[in-house]
């Protein structure tokens, strides 16, 4: 399991500053990612991110309201199609 960043997410950054595995990142000006996304493979599930999320924008992957479910596959994406794979 990991953690997923939904569309709630205004890019504060507060996520990013708290993740003790680096495991978030984004791409400035691109409207294709617009907010930021953690990597499945290295996040290590320790909801720092969450708490200090202030749009409460950050969930479980088995607990992302219905509304927001196309956000999973988005982030999964981010890392393995979008600009983001060459972090991986």
Same mark, same amino acid.
């Given at each position: 399991? %990991? !953690? &997923?960043?939904?569309?709630? $997410?205004?890019?504060?950054? %507060? $996520? &990013?500053? &708290?993740? +003790?595995? /680096?495991?978030? !990142?984004?791409? @400035?000006? /691109?409207?294709?990612? +617009? !907010?930021?996304?953690?990597? +499945? @493979?290295?996040?290590? /599930? $320790?909801? %720092? ?13 088995? @607990?992302?309201? @219905? ?8 982030? %999964? ?10 972090? &991986?």
């Amino acid at each position: 399991m %990991a !953690h &997923v960043i939904t569309s709630l $997410c205004e890019r504060v950054g %507060a $996520c &990013v500053e &708290v993740c +003790p595995t /680096d495991s978030i !990142h984004y791409v @400035e000006g /691109d409207s294709e990612w +617009p !907010h930021y996304y953690i990597n +499945p @493979e290295t996040c290590i /599930d $320790c909801a %720092a991110c969450a708490a200090e999320c202030p749009n409460e924008a950050i969930f479980m992957d088995d @607990e992302v309201p @219905e509304e927001f479910l196309d956000d999973i596959q988005k982030n %999964a994406d981010f890392f393995t199609k979008g600009p983001g794979k060459d972090l &991986v």
